[in-house]
């Protein structure tokens, strides 16, 4: 195996300035969906007893496992209800971990090529194997950017219906006729938007990437042996 030599031409041409692009795109993608904090809040009132709104929290995040969020009160019993046995409702978890699980992976590749890139340009060039691995591995990364942002795209659409005015219908306690819910407010979830966002983002970079990884195939390049046979000469013939 050759040596390492540093050269950032590859980063001036489409094949290592894409890889840099996808990089970056990778991080946002992990970034904006597994750093999410959020919460809703449901106002409840019991008159006569109490008659100004008392303010029910629920805390949710990454992995966003809304079945193992519960309301909490304060006091904790408000109009004689344990609030904090009651919980949201739905399990995202696996749409979530696949998204973000997916997205470090193809960061920590990314880092990967871009070494091969810029430390080994001979013998990744001179290499007919290292190539085509790269172009397989581009396109299964260009589809499985399509899968897991299709699906988390998907939970997120569930998961801002599932604390959002549904709440107050999801829990038993406000169908009493001596308990009046309102819904309050819900955090903001546009940080989740742009997660999707670099998601589709980032399977169209691999997408357009797939080309210029495969002009280094042998499949797009011309082997020796027909490159010899193309440009010989006539062969001579017997006097």
């Known amino acids: 195996m050759s040596s390492f030599q540093l050269n950032l031409n ?39 007893k109490i008659t ?43 749409s ?3 998204y973000v699980t997916f997205a470090v992976f193809v960061f ?11 430390g080994y340009t001979n013998l990744y060039r001179d290499s007919r194997k290292l ?10 990364v260009t589809f499985l950017w399509l899968v897991s942002t299709s699906a ?7 998961i801002k219906t599932a604390t959002s005015h549904s709440i107050v219908q999801e829990l038993a306690p406000c169908h009493s006729s001596e308990l009046k819910c309102y819904f309050g407010s819900v955090t903001s979830m546009g940080s989740l938007n742009v997660s999707v966002i670099f998601g589709f983002l980032n399977m169209i970079l691999w997408g357009g990437n797939a080309w210029f990884v495969y002009k280094e ?23």
């Open 10 to 48: 590859p980063l001036k041409e489409p094949l290592g300035f894409i890889k840099v692009l996808e990089w970056v795109a990778s991080i946002f993608a992990f970034a904006t969906c597994g750093g999410f904090k959020g919460k809703t809040e449901i106002l409840v009132s019991c008159p006569p």
């Open 52 to 94: 100004e709104n008392k303010t029910i929290t629920a805390t949710f995040g990454y992995p966003f496992r809304l079945n193992q969020a519960s309301f909490q009160a304060f006091p904790v019993d408000v109009c004689n209800i344990s609030w904090n046995k009651l919980v949201l409702v739905g399990d995202y978890a696996s």
């Open 96 to 98: 979530a971990q696949f």
């Open 108 to 118: 920590l590749y990314c880092i990967t090529a871009l070494l091969l890139y810029v």
């Open 131 to 140: 190539p085509m691995i790269d172009f397989v591995v581009t396109l299964v």
């Open 152 to 158: 988390w795209a998907k939970a997120l659409t569930d």
């Open 217 to 239: 195939t042998n499949l797009h390049s011309p082997s020796n042996t027909s490159a010899s046979n193309t440009q010989g000469g006539v062969p001579p013939t017997g006097i």
